[in-house]
């Protein structure tokens, strides 16, 4: 028993270790790729200091924050996915399927519409607007999909949450309508998922949310594998179901309002993520959430680079790569669960 | 001890137990007999906190079981429901492991103790050739084994199951059921399980209590519970009682419907 144990402990490190790789692969790929083009020495020389003005410039001002926050989105909305599934045990449970980044939008577009002089939205405000959004989404679809007696429903919750979205959906085109021709180009960009807080003060304002956050839900990691054995055998094994479900949803709505607030409603990355990491790694929290935080950052790094080089000089948002590719992916899951 | 006062339990308004008074003696096995739908899982998931009853209180040792902190309680009662699932890819060794929560703090690292107790139940349970198979690719029989052994591997006083041996072929019931007894007379476990098989439940059990529409209609030993006016009320069934020669106890042969039952068949068909 000890060496199996062994052996998959080895198995799942590689995995953990292959990812991490394969962002590095990406990280300097995309260092190299963008509007302005630097090789592969020169990017090297100036992240040791031995650039130009101008190459520092590009690198440390302008890509080098834009790579860390679509990691740090990709790791977060990933993990509140991950979250979301763990709790309401159905796959297609994500903070974007589930209308509450649609909750943190609306937020973010009805504070647009009331305080609309400039577009400087203080920074480190942002996440704890989109948060309060998010949150009554997240109540609402939750709370429309909870059972006293069975507990989360998994069906009901994501036919709600499509619903909350679609109509959140609507509610901000239309608050949208009533901005300015600049805000509202703004928010249709927000809409597709653009990373447009690309500074560091937008990475400052994300990192302890994602830090704090994601030790409390790895701490919380066996409970989370305790309830994804349903209400009835998690409340036999001496978990408090519906306190744990709500701290941890609490946690997973925390997450996705971080992300989103400077990413916009980037979709899907928080369904194949942890789907993905999944597969390949297993139902077990311990391993499962630090490989969807991987496989997140992976993803919308991936994604992101795409975006900037693939119709180059004009780019194509984050947002909608991954639509792309996560829209089949959602249907061959849809697919799958019928069985 | 665990016993129950004027239970009432419903789902929302339909209430399904009525002013249910019960009594589970320790140290014995307890079978719950009834017809589909009559209330036994409803009744066995009351008792074991999963639900609220409406009004009405759950006695474990005295203390009401609904006010008890839900991990002491997980120390002293293990429920197996009906139907449980398991997340896909999980093994059956994971899910062994998971009876070792109550027992765990935090981030919950297996001590020496949680691993014996673990290989002991997986070993128990006739699942050892399986133990690193995932769970959902398991025959159901096999299926039932590994979630059993998740209930021992809790290590509890007190242990209940809702229908153990459905799924499982008669050679794998008997294990089930030998393996129920063994507990019982080694470690002098308390045992409530909901079973179907009347014979099974006569055979194994000391105690039975026969439902009918959330209420009880016969509680006592097999002999007193076994008798064709009480199954017949019961189950809607005639049946002759003869003894097992080989151990005396109570078989119920059924013949026929009761007149009602074929009323309303007559009606159907
Ligand atoms: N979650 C539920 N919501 C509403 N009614 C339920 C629920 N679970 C069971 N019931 C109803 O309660 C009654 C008793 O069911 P149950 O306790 O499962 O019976 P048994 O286990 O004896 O077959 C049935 O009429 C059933 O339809
Ligand atoms: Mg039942």
Redesign the pocket.
């Known amino acids: 028993m000890n060496g199996v144990e062994r052996r998959k402990n080895v198995r799942r490190f590689s995995i953990l270790a292959t990812f991490s790789v394969l962002i590095l692969i990406v990280f300097v790929i995309s260092m190299n790729t963008g509007f302005s083009r630097l090789s592969p020495l020169e990017v090297f020389q100036t992240l040791f200091g031995m650039g130009t003005e101008k190459q520092e410039l590009i690198l440390f001002e302008f890509r080098l924050p834009r790579i860390v926050i679509s990691m740090l989105v990709g790791a977060g909305l990933a993990v509140s996915g991950c979250i979301m599934q763990g709790i309401s045990r159905n796959a297609l449970a994500d903070p974007s399927i589930l209308g509450i980044s649609h909750g943190a939008g609306v937020m973010v577009v009805l504070y647009l519409s009331f305080f609309p002089t400039h577009l400087d939205v203080p920074v480190l405000f942002l996440p704890i607007l989109a948060f309060f959004g998010s949150s009554l989404a997240a109540a609402l679809v939750f709370g429309l999909s909870y ?1 006293k ?2 507990g989360l429903l998994p069906t009901r919750l994501v036919l709600t949450g499509v619903a909350v979205a679609a109509g959140l959906s609507a509610l901000m085109t239309v608050l949208s309508l009533r901005l300015s021709r600049e805000l509202y180009q703004f928010v249709a960009a927000w809409l597709t998922g653009s990373i447009w807080g690309a500074t560091w003060d937008y990475v400052l304002a994300l990192l302890p949310w994602i830090v704090v956050l994601f030790a409390f839900v790895y701490y919380k990691a066996l409970v989370l594998d305790v309830l994804s054995f349903g209400k009835n055998v998690a409340t036999g094994l001496g978990a408090s179901v519906s306190k744990e479900q709500v701290k941890l949803l609490a946690a997973a709505v925390g997450l996705a309002s971080a992300c989103v607030s400077v990413s916009g409603g980037i979709g899907f990355v928080g369904l194949i993520g942890p789907h993905l990491a999944r597969r390949i790694i297993g139902p077990n929290h311990k391993y499962l959430l630090p490989a969807s935080a991987l496989a997140g950052a992976l993803l919308l790094l991936t994604a992101d680079t795409i975006g900037r080089t693939i119709l180059q000089p004009s780019e194509i948002h984050a947002g909608i790569v991954v639509a792309i590719i996560g829209a089949p992916y959602f249907l061959y899951l849809l697919a799958r669960s019928n069985h | 001890m665990i016993v129950t006062e004027n239970l009432d339990i419903a ?2 308004q ?1 209430v ?1 137990v009525k002013q249910l008074n019960i009594e589970i003696p320790s140290h014995k096995i307890t079978a719950l007999v ?12 009351t008792m074991a906190r999963l639900l609220k009853p409406k009004s009405g209180h759950v006695l474990l040792d005295g203390k009401a079981i609904h006010q008890l902190r839900t991990k002491e309680v997980a120390k002293q009662l293990a429920i197996l429901p ?1 139907n449980p699932t398991a997340p896909e890819g999980m093994t059956v060794t994971d899910l062994v492991t998971y009876g070792r929560f109550p027992h765990q703090r935090g981030f919950g690292s297996l001590t020496k103790q949680d691993k014996e107790v673990i290989e002991w139940a997986i070993e128990a349970t006739g699942m050892k050739e399986f133990a690193h198979r995932p769970v959902d690719q398991l025959s159901g029989g096999q299926r039932q084994r590994a979630w059993i052994a998740m209930a021992l591997a809790q290590e509890t006083p007190i242990l209940f199951l ?1 229908e153990p041996t459905t799924f499982l072929d008669m050679a794998h019931q008997l294990e089930v059921l030998n393996l129920l007894e063994e507990l019982h007379e080694k470690e002098r476990r308390t045992i409530v399980m ?1 079973v179907h098989d009347l014979n099974h439940a006569s055979r194994y059990a000391h105690h039975m209590i026969a ?1 009918k529409k ?1 209420t009880v209609v016969k509680a006592g030993t097999p002999m007193e519970v076994m008798q064709p006016h009480i199954i017949e009320e019961v189950f809607g069934i005639q049946c002759d009682i003869i003894r097992d020669p080989r151990t005396g106890l109570p078989l119920c042969l059924p013949y026929a419907l009761s007149r009602s039952k074929k009323e309303q068949v007559h009606h159907i068909g």
């Open positions: 059972e007696h069975e | 789902y929302d339909m399904i009834g017809a589909n739908g009559s209330g036994k899982s409803t009744i066995l998931k009906q809702d909901v439902i959330g």
